[in-house]
């Protein structure tokens, strides 16, 4: 059993071919949807979370670390996509973890990400994510996978929270390379989905 730990701005397409990995039997763990999942509860937890989400900024390391810890099946090959965010949490994760992992980084000029995340819809029942620009739903506003299910725009993708997110990650980005060191292998997220997508599984 292995890992991939996906790295990258907002936008670099860390979910996207999550996605396309899941279809070929990977266990995909994203921090952002279990912390969004916990928001839609309406707990006071959730409510917590969602006032920090919505301002793009981040929940603390333990909490992040619980949702991995509680969510992860070291037993099948497994991507973990927004975690670790901070050299703490990446250290708490090699503490966790058992099996090999390759570390990637999506690297992409910022500048093209405001326009992604902006356009980016997604069904929150199968995780597709839509572009209005480049990859728009065949029925608008609608999943192509679960026929019905209206497509969202995340509350976090708008220009100004976008914009504090891309922050937060350049503060966090220069710790968080340098724990992890020569074990990062960089990929080109400036392509079509397929190609990012070759270029992780030749990694594998
Ligand atoms: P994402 O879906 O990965 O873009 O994450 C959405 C939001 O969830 C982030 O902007 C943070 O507020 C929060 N979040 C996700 N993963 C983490 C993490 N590993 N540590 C702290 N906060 C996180």
């Known amino acids: 059993m292995s890992g991939f730990i996906f790295i990258g701005a907002p936008g ?4 996207t071919i999550s996605n396309q990995l899941k279809t070929q039997g990977y266990q995909h763990i994203s921090t952002g949807d279990l912390l969004r999942e916990e928001v839609k509860k309406g707990t006071d937890l959730g409510k917590r979370i969602n006032d920090i989400i919505s301002k793009g900024n981040l929940v603390n390391d333990q909490m992040a670390l619980e949702l991995i810890a509680n969510n992860l099946d070291q037993t099948k090959d497994f ?7 901070t050299s703490v949490q990446a250290q708490m994760l090699d503490d966790l973890l058992k099996v090999k992992t390759q570390v990637v980084l999506f690297n992409i000029d910022q500048v093209k990400l405001t326009e992604r995340l902006v356009n980016r819809r997604s069904c929150e ?5 839509f572009n209005l ?17 209206p497509l969202t725009h995340r509350k976090d993708d708008t220009l100004e929270v976008v914009e504090n997110r891309f922050n937060v990650f350049n503060n966090t980005k220069t710790n968080l390379l340098s724990y ?12 079509d989905v397929q190609s990012v997508l070759q270029e992780v599984i030749k990694l594998k």
């Open 125 to 129: 029942k199968c995780g597709a994510i």
């Open 79 to 85: 991507i973990l996509d927004g975690f670790p965010r």
């Open 180 to 191: 992890y060191g020569n074990r990062i292998k960089v990929i080109n997220a400036d392509q």
């Open 133 to 149: 620009k480049t990859s728009a739903p065949k029925v608008q506003n609608t999943c192509d996978n679960c026929k019905h299910t």
């Open 12 to 15: 670099s397409g860390k979910g």
